[in-house]
């Protein structure tokens, strides 16, 4: 599995079109508040060319892209976290991802109308930062009344829970997220036990006109130095682009109508793309007779770590990961030509996996 995003937005900002169009998992959409009440939940592979190239060599009968999970969580709206809307019901939804895809409007249309009655992406973004952070407050609220007594027995861990939270408690009152705190090792355990909404990395989806592809118009612009300033990262995509480009069938028409629009990727891809540099992933590929197979990492993880993305007894029984590189791979053809060149690595404990080592592990078990 890649990463799980939870998708959230304002009624009416194209929220449910853009999941269909991305996932093709056909969710409601209409034009009217709260149309998603339980969250819907689409499964999409991740593209990678290099999969391609791997079972050319290697003539697999199974090819597995690694995948990443969207999350539709229903329109948000002002007071979700008092309740409004059933906002608190949505709002749960969201602690379960890795990532918070805020969808926002920068298109004008009289047919669909906007909750806020004008089309600001700026304001929603505001609307919904504010939300997430009332629903954060409500928690640590919560906690600091229940480990403010158990302090009084010299419980250590409720001292630094305590501690931790009188520190949250003034930043989410003053409507800002939690995922710039710097925090010590043992406060960010304890604040990882909280499941706070606004500790999630955002990433803002901003949805326009075709008119606009690629880059956007002002509104745009505004987002992406609204994003800059809190090292947020940022797609531009076009909804009904996206629900169209679903519709075809290959891969030839899909580029040619991206190509159409002055394109060089999917608002998919382009999703994919930001998503992963947010978090910090990587892929590293396995490849042989049986399997050719992506697996997803975060970057800075150990040879070790990764053997246990495919299995907890690979790590358990590490012994050593025989690595080369795709492009090595692909440009002499075959793993005994990689051999011959000297490019074939046995690696320890201590190798850090990159982004397109194929790697076979070693393990006892």
Not at 148 to 162: D, Q, R, V, W
Not at 240 to 262: C, D, H, I, K, N
Not at 278 to 303: C, D, N, P
Request: hydrophobic share 40%; charged share 25%.
């Amino acid at each position: 599995m890649g990463f799980k995003c939870g998708i959230v937005g304002l009624p009416n900002v194209g929220k449910s079109t853009v999941f269909n169009a991305l996932t093709k998992a056909g969710a409601q959409a209409a034009n009217y508040p709260f149309c998603t009440i339980e969250p819907n939940v689409g499964i999409v592979s991740v593209p990678d060319e290099r999969l391609t190239k791997l079972a050319a060599i290697y003539h697999p009968p199974k090819v597995t892209p690694t995948t990443l999970s969207f999350v539709d969580i229903a329109g948000l709206v002002k007071g979700a976290a008092e309740g409004e809307g059933l906002g608190n019901k949505f709002l749960s939804h969201i602690k379960e991802v890795d990532a918070v895809m805020h969808v926002v409007r920068a298109f004008e249309d009289d047919n669909i109308t906007h909750v806020s009655g004008s089309v600001d992406p700026i304001r929603d973004i505001e609307i919904i930062q504010t939300e997430l952070c009332l629903a954060d407050l409500d928690v640590v609220q919560k906690r600091i009344d229940k480990v403010s007594k158990l302090t009084k027995t010299g419980n250590k861990e409720a001292i630094l829970e305590l501690s931790l939270c009188e520190r949250l408690k003034p930043q989410l009152e003053q409507g800002k997220p939690l995922r710039h705190l710097t925090l010590n090792e043992d406060e960010q355990k304890a604040l990882k036990m909280l499941q706070l909404l606004t500790t999630k990395p955002a990433l803002y989806c901003v949805n326009v006109k075709e008119g606009d592809l690629p880059n956007g118009g002002s509104q745009v612009q505004a987002v992406r130095a609204f994003a800059a300033k809190e090292g947020a990262e940022v797609a531009v995509i076009c909804g009904q682009v996206e629900a169209e480009l679903a519709e075809l069938e290959s891969e030839s028409e899909r580029q040619e109508f991206l190509s159409s629009l002055g394109l060089k990727e999917s608002g998919l891809n382009q999703i994919i793309r930001v998503g992963y540099k947010l978090l910090g992933l990587i892929t590293f590929l396995t490849a042989g007779e049986t399997e050719v197979r992506a697996w997803t990492v975060s970057k800075g993880a150990t040879a070790p770590q990764a053997a246990g993305v495919i299995h907890s007894d690979f790590e358990k029984g590490f012994i050593r990961a025989e690595v080369m590189r795709y492009e090595d791979l692909v440009t002499l053809g075959n793993q005994q030509a990689v051999k011959d060149k000297g490019l074939y690595r046995s690696e320890g404990k201590e190798y850090i996996v990159q982004d397109g080592d194929v790697i076979y592990f070693r393990f006892n078990v």
